[in-house]
């Protein structure tokens, strides 16, 4: 079973699926890269994906994600 993301794992992730980076996630949320790439750290390991692009595609997948 997935664990529920936190609130701050669903906006990484959204703004992943947008195709931004570290970098401009962090920005954007006013947050260090290094929370970034936490975030993203910890979802991987909650949907058992190995990237960016699985993370995303496993949460779309799943209906954690939509995409309009």
């Known amino acids: 079973m997935i664990n529920r993301?936190?609130?701050r794992e669903m906006e990484v992730l959204r703004w992943?699926?947008?195709g931004k980076t570290s970098k401009e996630?962090?920005?954007i949320l006013n947050i260090s890269i290094n929370t970034v790439n936490?975030?993203?750290k910890?979802?991987?390991?909650k949907l058992g994906t190995v990237n960016r692009a699985?993370?995303?595609?496993s949460a779309i997948k799943t209906g954690l994600l939509e995409m309009q």
């Not at 699985?54 to 595609?57: C, D, G, K, Q």
């Open 5 to 7: 993301l936190t609130l």
């Open 16 to 18: 992943t699926a947008f």
């Open 25 to 27: 996630t962090s920005e």
């Open 38 to 40: 936490f975030h993203i």
């Open 42 to 45: 910890n979802m991987m390991s």
């Open 54 to 57: 699985s993370t995303v595609a």
